[in-house]
């Protein structure tokens, strides 16, 4: 299906998202959070801190969006719930139409797998495997087996344009280059979302951009992303961005609607 682009909004009068028709909507969704509140208690059980107070989030397939806010404003705590890392202590949470609290721990935990890629500011990459072997830990856990877990680690490395780094050791290769492992590993399972907090904050501004270009061709081909940023000209390359503040959406804007890929 083609989708015809918006046309594009000067950067400094962002839309409201309800102002623009969303290109996505008759696509499922990826991503639903209804009414969700995330506390954090002290030992004694009395309340910390209400990092989440209530966020309504919908995102269908095919969409890239920022999250933004300030230090504080609940940026991971909504990402780690978005990425099945954490629970909402109230709301709702549908993953690709799924509510997560329906589901035990092992459903989740493949479902997940299947679902979410997950990429870390830090890469979080094993520094005794190599680049090779780090993309296909994934697959292990889904019992894939060998041949295959290596056929398909070696076509994401390619994909991310590390063909030629299987062998290499994590320590071995610039964090523009790590990173780029651990999206090829977040890429293995054939997610339907990438959700990323902050994958450009270790990176010096080039190297970030390789990042982002990485992430318009996934896009392109169809990808539905997530990430939090808190660089505005990282947010600005998205779609939509959320800005939440004191753990509420403060605004949620469409920028752009990019060449729309595929999709699925
Ligand atoms: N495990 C925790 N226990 C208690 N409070 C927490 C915990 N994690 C986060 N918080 C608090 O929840 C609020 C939101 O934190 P969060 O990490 O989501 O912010 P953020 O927007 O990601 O910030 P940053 O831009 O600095 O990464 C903050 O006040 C923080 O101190
Ligand atoms: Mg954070």
């Known amino acids: 299906m083609m989708i015809e682009p918006t046309t594009a909004q000067p950067e400094s009068l962002p839309l409201e998202a309800g102002d623009v028709p969303n290109p996505y909507a008759d696509r499922p969704m990826v991503a639903q959070l209804k009414g969700v509140q995330k506390v954090y208690y002290k030992p004694d059980g009395s309340v910390m801190v209400k990092a989440l107070r209530g966020v309504d989030i919908e995102i269908h397939q095919g969409e890239y969006v920022a999250i933004m806010g300030a ?7 909504l990402m780690n719930i978005l990425g099945c890392l954490d629970q909402p202590t109230e709301g709702q949470y549908l993953l690709a139409g799924k509510d997560i609290n329906e589901m035990d721990d092992e459903g989740l935990s493949q479902f997940r ?3 979410i890629g997950f990429v870390f500011q830090a890469f979080n990459l094993i520094p005794q495997l ?3 072997d780090n993309v296909a ?17 070696i076509e994401k490395l390619g994909l991310v344009g590390l063909g030629d780094r299987l062998g290499h050791r994590p320590r071995e290769l610039s964090g523009g280059q790590q990173q780029r492992v651990a999206i090829a590993r977040s890429l293995v ?3 339907r979302v990438l959700m990323a907090d902050e994958p450009t904050g270790n990176l010096d501004s080039k190297t970030g951009e390789e990042i982002l270009t990485l992430f318009e061709k ?3 081909g169809g990808m539905s992303i997530l990430m939090v940023t808190h660089d505005d000209s990282v947010a600005d390359r998205c779609e939509r961005v959320i ?11 469409r920028l752009r609607t990019r060449a729309v890929g595929a999709g699925s």
């Open 71 to 77: 230090s504080g404003s609940g940026k991971s705590t």
């Open 113 to 115: 797998g299947r679902t």
């Open 130 to 132: 190599t680049v090779e």
């Open 137 to 153: 830990v994934p697959l292990f856990y889904q019992g894939v087996e060998a041949g295959e877990r290596r056929k398909r680690a």
């Open 189 to 191: 399972a054939e997610p």
């Open 218 to 220: 996934l896009h392109a």
């Open 243 to 253: 800005r939440l503040r004191d753990g509420v959406v403060e605004w949620d804007r």
